[in-house]
Each structure stands twice: as structure tokens, then as C-alpha cells.
């Protein structure tokens, strides 16, 4: 009887390591950067999406002297894996979308907790805002 209570403990324990998806992270106690964040501004339509992927901080900086570069650091909310697909549209001083190619819609996977960020640098130096979508696979 011990034997197999022991047993049965041993593969609960492996089962429960095996499953686990969440991701540690280790950082600098005191960080050295000192993002330029954005205030942002969140439409959200996917209720369901809305739950399992989080929006923690929007970051922007000017590359090559002039192109527009916005990092949006993304949580997974779940403690499961899942997976997204996002992509930036870029706007003109004017209100107007560009029409310049963006890339189209990119892939990313999210580990149970996991945080990271999706980045991209404007087409065009006359991109002054940006809209970040995403979409459930």
C-alpha cells in the first residue's frame, strides 16, 4: 500500500512539473532604461481575447532620425500557452492610415504568464501614430 501511495505521488508530481508552462523571469533590481512610454488608448471588441492577453506598457522611439518605432510589451493572462497574431498599422499627421506595406499580420506565442514585447518601426517618416491589432489564431 505505501508503495503504491508513494507511486502515485511520484507521477502526480512529475504530471503537474510536466504540464507547467509558466514562464520565471530574472531582471536588473534597479533598471538602468528609461522608456519613452505612451499613454494608450484600448478598443477592445474580443472580450474573450481581452481576458488571456494583456497590454502592460506601450514604448516609442525615433530610429534612423526620423522613422517612428513603437514596442508593445504584451502579458499572457493565462497560465496556459497561447497564441496570437498582431500587426501595427502606422497613421499620418492628418488622421490618414498610410498605405504603405506593413508586413501584414505576425505570429506569436505566448507561454502561461509569459510577458514580451512585439515592436515594429514605422514605413514611413511621416507615421506620427500607430494602431497595434490583435487577433485570437
Do not use: H
Request: net charge positive.
Amino acid at each position: 500500500m505505501k508503495l503504491l501511495l508513494a507511486t502515485s505521488a511520484a507521477a502526480l508530481a512529475l504530471l503537474g512539473s510536466g504540464c507547467a508552462t509558466s514562464v520565471n523571469t530574472v531582471s536588473r533590481a534597479e533598471p538602468q532604461a528609461s522608456p519613452s512610454y505612451v499613454a494608450d488608448q484600448r478598443v477592445i471588441t474580443d472580450a474573450s481575447l481581452g481576458r488571456k492577453v494583456a497590454i502592460v506598457s506601450v514604448n516609442e522611439a525615433k530610429v534612423s532620425g526620423d522613422l517612428l518605432k513603437i514596442q508593445v510589451t504584451l502579458e499572457n493572462r493565462s497560465s496556459k500557452p497561447q497564441a496570437f497574431t498582431y500587426k501595427f498599422d502606422w497613421v499620418a499627421n492628418d488622421g490618414m492610415e498610410l498605405s504603405a506595406p506593413t508586413g501584414g499580420w505576425k505570429q506569436i506565442q505566448l507561454e502561461g504568464r509569459e510577458t514580451r514585447a512585439v515592436s515594429a518601426i514605422a514605413t514611413s517618416p511621416k507615421a506620427v501614430d500607430f494602431r497595434l491589432k490583435i487577433r485570437e489564431n
